[in-house]
């Protein structure tokens, strides 16, 4: 330790596995790190095995890593069979800064989600139609799926042209998804280990053709899907089906897992989903769902969508490597670090959230977001790998979310308990189980 930095505390490692066994009596990592902060305070760090983690929960040093571009690979290694060409996720730097550019040419380009909002809006409303005679719906299943049925569309949409080729391609692509996930977090599957592997490479050719069958077809056509305008790049055919699949599967859960959080919170907030109500009444009127261009006008909703993302972030940690030393306040950080950002730990953090359990929509009233650090509320993480699909994701949730509640009051299963997880996104153990009325 170089003379005067001070070291950075946190729970005395394990010598064969560091803190894993911690991290397993904490329920996962992501309250292993609400624990770690609360007694360490705002630097903390902890073992896994073979690498030291630095987590960093206050916002203001947060600025000084933000020009970290590296990401840890063993994180994602267990991504690594789905990728051609080299996992996005995990791209070397002056590889990573072209594509990223690229990608957000098309993802942050609010023409296509323009174009592609009819087609969102009949998915939701579909989605809809299905609960109408449910009394009991399982919150995260369902709008995970719907938004499986949503980023499909935006990445693959020129092909989908029927409905079954579309659940198909999603059915694919969840199995696939499924498989890794459930690798990752060993959890029980009802096939054997060469049946996983063989039902996992059948999805993952399955989901390559597809994409290869648009991109056979895509020149000339004026389409507004992902892999269309990847196909007038000069991306080779292999990056493309690279990025149609870690767009789709960065897309696939969030976006209805961050719409399930907000359902639950309104479940228990009846005061404030009467607030959503009435604002979605005054701006639809008698229409089940909104024009692309009043999105803009839901504003409260925006506000609860932003505070249940606070509460409940879909994306609980995010990661960076350091390639050089950090300065971190009083404390030095060494080149090799895996360096971790504890979203949920710094949305809690009381400094900035008083009273931080506490679920309050008007903590993102304009002037009240002005008096914060600019890093104490990133669901989305911050610097050159923050998500590409922010802007994306914020019109399919709100237009779920605004048909939804136009439609259905939800009131939580009685005796239901609601327990969060982490399975690589914010996930409650048994599900949400809600009960629908319509309105
Ligand atoms: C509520 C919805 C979503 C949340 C909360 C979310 C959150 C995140 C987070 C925390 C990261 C890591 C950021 C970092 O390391 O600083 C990330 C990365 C990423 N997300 Fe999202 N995401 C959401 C939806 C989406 C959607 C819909 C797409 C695609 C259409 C998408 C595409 C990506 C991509 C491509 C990356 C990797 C960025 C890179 O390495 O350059 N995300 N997202």
């Known amino acids: 330790m170089a003379s005067g930095h001070r070291a950075i505390p946190g729970p005395p490692p394990n010598p064969q596995d560091g803190n894993l066994a911690d991290i397993a009596a904490a329920g996962g990592l992501h309250t292993f790190q609400l624990d770690l902060h609360e007694r360490y305070g705002p630097v903390a760090e902890f073992h896994l095995p073979g690498t030291r983690v630095v987590s960093v929960a206050d916002p203001e040093l947060l600025v000084q890593t933000s020009r970290i571009n590296r990401r840890p690979d063993e994180l994602f290694e267990f991504l690594t069979p789905l990728f051609e060409a080299g996992n996005l996720q995990t791209l070397p730097e002056a590889e990573h800064v072209p594509w990223r550019r690229l990608l957000l040419t098309v993802l942050g380009n609010h023409r296509s989600h323009e174009t592609q909002f009819a087609a969102f809006t009949r998915l939701t409303l579909a989605q809809a139609?299905?609960?109408?005679?449910?009394r009991e719906v399982a919150l995260q299943q369902d709008l995970s799926e719907l938004s499986l049925r949503m980023i499909c569309q935006y990445a693959l949409g020129s092909e989908l042209s029927s409905d079954e080729a579309a659940r198909d391609t999603a059915a694919a692509f969840k199995g696939?998804?499924?498989e890794f996930i459930g690798r990752q977090y060993r959890l029980p599957s009802p096939y054997s280990d060469s049946e996983r592997r063989a039902r996992a490479e059948q999805a993952l050719a399955q989901v390559r053709g597809t994409v290869t069958r648009i991109l056979e077809s895509a020149g000339g056509a004026d389409r507004s899907d992902?892999?269309?305008?990847?196909?007038?790049?000069?991306?080779?055919?292999a990056r493309i089906r690279d990025s149609a699949l870690v767009v789709m599967m960065a897309g696939?859960?969030?976006?209805?897992?961050?719409?399930?959080?907000?359902?639950?919170?309104?479940s228990q907030h009846p005061e404030i989903a009467a607030r959503v109500h009435?604002?979605?009444?005054?701006?639809?009127?008698?229409?089940?769902?909104?024009?692309y261009g009043q999105l803009g006008e839901l504003e409260y909703l925006e506000r609860v969508l932003k505070e249940s993302m606070r509460r409940y972030p879909p994306?609980?940690?995010?990661?960076?490597?350091?390639v050089e030393d950090l300065e971190l306040g009083e404390h030095l950080v060494p080149a090799g670090t895996t360096l971790m950002y504890p979203i949920w730990a710094i949305h809690l953090n009381p400094r900035h959230w008083p009273d931080p359990e506490r679920f309050d929509p008007d903590r993102f009233l304009p002037g009240a977001a002005r008096e914060r650090p600019r890093f104490a509320f990133v669901p989305f993480g911050f610097g050159p790998r923050s998500c590409e699909g922010a802007a994306l994701a914020m019109v399919e949730i709100k237009l779920m979310l605004a048909v939804l509640l136009k439609r259905f009051?939800?009131?939580?299963?009685?005796?239901?308990?609601?327990?969060p997880v982490e399975r690589f996104v914010l996930w409650a153990r048994d599900d949400i189980r809600m009960h629908l009325t319509p309105r």
């Open 226 to 237: 992902l892999v269309s305008m990847l196909a007038e790049s000069d991306l080779s055919p």
């Open 278 to 291: 009435a604002e979605l009444d005054r701006v639809l009127g008698d229409r089940p769902a909104p024009e």
């Open 252 to 266: 696939y859960h969030t976006s209805g897992v961050a719409a399930s959080w907000a359902l639950y919170l309104l």
């Open 315 to 322: 994306g609980p940690y995010a990661a960076r490597e350091l």
């Open 129 to 134: 139609q299905r609960w109408a005679g449910c």
């Open 176 to 178: 696939l998804l499924e």
């Open 409 to 419: 009051e939800f009131r939580l299963a009685p005796g239901h308990q609601v327990v």
